[in-house]
């Protein structure tokens, strides 16, 4: 399997994101209808890109990338700008801020996508509740989104962190 160029990567990135963001509101929709809507499990696809991605590419071109996808998701599925916006950057910096440990190997990459995927859905949630958009009690958040979330996300992770990793491979 060819790998493409690094310098290549940053011209390819954002579509990848881009989709990613689209395919990840489709998983969950699909996943809530799955379910009834009684577990809301949320795809993550976008933030283990960007975890694979944090390698290869500059902090200042994925935290503006990860603004920038972050408005249109906000625009799109919220419809307030500012939710998602801070959640994705913040999430982003905290991946690069993480980047030696996280990297390591395949484990601690997979346990810090745990983390990230926890910080994401904590601070969206609490964006949420500090601006009184939603009222969420604790106990049904972690049981009916936060877990399945997770379990959800250590799915993507085991079946897609290889050839994402691929993707965004630095040779």
Same mark, same amino acid.
């Given at each position: ?18 989709? !990613? ?25 976008? !933030? ?19 603004? +920038? ?37 395949? !484990? ?20 949420? +509740? ?11 958040? =972690? ?14 992770? +085991? =079946?897609?962190?290889?050839? !994402? ?7």
């Amino acid at each position: 399997m060819q790998v493409i160029r690094k310098e290549n990567v940053k011209y390819y990135a954002p579509v990848v994101f881009f989709l !990613l963001m689209l395919i990840d509101g489709q998983l969950t929709q699909g996943a809530r209808n799955l379910t009834d809507n009684v577990y809301f499990a949320n795809a993550h696809f976008l !933030l283990l890109a960007f975890l694979m991605a944090i390698p290869n590419l500059s902090k200042r071109y994925l935290v503006i990338t990860a603004v +920038v996808l972050g408005m249109i998701c906000d625009s799109y599925y919220v419809g307030i700008i500012g939710i998602y916006t801070v959640a994705l950057t913040a999430t982003v910096m905290m991946m690069y801020r993480f980047q030696r440990v996280v990297h390591t190997n395949l !484990l601690t990459a997979f346990f810090g996508m745990i983390i990230f995927v926890t910080t994401y859905e904590l601070i969206a949630v609490g964006l949420q +509740v500090i601006f009184h958009i939603s009222t969420v009690a604790p106990l049904l958040f =972690i049981t009916k989104v936060l877990g399945p979330t997770l379990l959800f996300n250590m799915l993507i992770f +085991v =079946i897609f962190s290889y050839p !994402l990793k691929r993707l965004f491979a630095n040779e």
